[in-house]
Nanobody, 123 residues
């Protein structure tokens, strides 16, 4: 099993920045990729970004491309989501997810999930 714990959410004004962290523990050697997803009230969970666990390859949703950056620090088993130029439409609960099989935009292919962290962007 892999445990994921997110942190770093909060309230920020439009145009501001936040950095989310996701600390992985347990059988992290089984991970192939990590992803960030988000879910706004009344909406379905949507893909934000993904990174291969070994590093190097990333992929972003069009809505965040150029504003968000996903990265990881091997020694800390931690994945980050740096969010810049935040917009009110970025308001959502952000979830960290781990996949042992693939790097995907499909949330159904992720085995492990964190508890979520709230990000609120005021206009």
């Amino acid at each position: 099993q892999v445990q994921l714990v997110e942190s770093g959410g909060g309230l920020v004004q439009a145009g501001g920045s936040l950095r989310l962290s996701c600390a992985a523990s347990g059988r992290t050697f089984s991970l192939y990729a990590m992803g960030w997803f988000r879910q706004a009230p009344g909406k379905e969970r949507e893909f934000v970004a993904t990174i291969r666990w070994s590093g190097g390859i990333t992929y972003y949703a069009d809505a965040v491309k150029g504003r968000f950056t996903i990265s990881r620090v091997n020694a800390k088993n931690t994945v980050y989501l740096q969010m810049n130029s935040l917009k009110p439409e970025d308001t959502a609960v952000y979830y960290c997810a781990g996949s042992s099989g693939t790097m995907s935009t499909n949330s159904n292919l992720y085995n492990y999930w964190g508890q979520g962290t709230q990000v609120t962007v005021s206009s």
